[in-house]
């Protein structure tokens, strides 16, 4: 148990919807990172806050978007959703992933989404 | 633009034998790398990394070494053993940028009894 946690599991929508996946890091981590893994696919950066603040941002599409909150947990909204953005989407968190500082980041058990 | 790749998809290998994984990268300003391991239905799980000053880490089985003149690195499962089967994605990160991780398509390893 890597001190990650995410909800749902499981998530079957339609297209078009939108849907809230909700992460909460490991506790005294500061960071959160979205990554998201496709079917055949590694995993893709898609957003990264560090203590409330956006921090980086990788190939995130405009209809996703993400916030973290002041108790540190995270969500990641997806909208307008299509066939394509099934996948596996994977929260991690580090101690405070800032530049400059070497550190691991800690995965959660992700959230299968699947639209039809 | 793969700036993290990982060339065997697979790797099958016998319980006690050495398992070695391989990892090849792009950007020279990489200087921090990891491996993960994954399970089915599981997030990744961290195993071993080592910083760019270095070219050689040890974890009780695991050890990873790194060519950074070849930008090249490799992780070795030694001895193997059936609870290692699972697929492993060597990761990557630069000092100079925020704690963004690029990782390689991964490797499924079967480590057979």
């Known amino acids: 148990d890597s001190g990650v946690t995410q909800t749902p599991k499981h998530l079957i929508t339609a297209t078009g919807q939108r849907v809230t996946l909700r992460c909460s890091p490991r506790s005294g981590d500061l960071s959160v990172y979205w990554y998201q893994q496709s079917l055949d696919q590694g995993l893709q950066f898609l957003i990264q806050?560090?203590?409330?603040?956006?921090?980086a941002k990788g190939n995130i599409l405009e209809r996703f978007s993400a916030q973290q909150f002041p108790d540190l947990h995270s969500e990641l909204n997806l909208s307008s959703l299509e066939l394509g953005d099934s996948a596996l989407y994977f929260c991690?968190?580090?101690?405070?992933?800032?530049?400059?500082?070497?550190?691991?980041?800690?995965f959660g058990p992700g959230t299968r989404l699947l639209v039809l | 633009d793969q700036q993290v790749k990982q060339n065997s998809p697979s790797l099958s290998v016998q319980e006690g034998r050495i398992s070695i994984l391989n990892c090849d990268y792009t950007?020279?300003?990489?200087?921090?790398f990891l491996w993960y391991k994954k399970y089915p239905a599981e997030g990744p799980t961290f195993l071993i990394s080592?910083?760019?000053?270095?070219d050689k880490n040890e974890d009780g089985r695991f050890t990873v070494f790194l060519n950074k003149s070849a930008k090249h690195l490799s992780l070795h499962i030694v001895p193997s053993q059936p609870g290692d089967s699972a697929v492993y994605f060597c990761?990557?990160?630069?000092?100079?940028?925020?704690?963004?991780?690029?990782f390689g398509q991964g490797t499924t390893l079967q480590v057979k009894p």
């Open positions: 990761a990557a990160s630069a000092w100079g940028n925020t704690g963004k991780l690029i």
């Open positions: 806050y560090y203590n409330g603040e956006e921090r």
């Open positions: 991690a968190s580090s101690v405070s992933g800032l530049a400059g500082v070497i550190e691991t980041q800690y």
């Open positions: 950007n020279s300003m990489f200087d921090y």
């Open positions: 080592i910083s760019s000053i270095k």
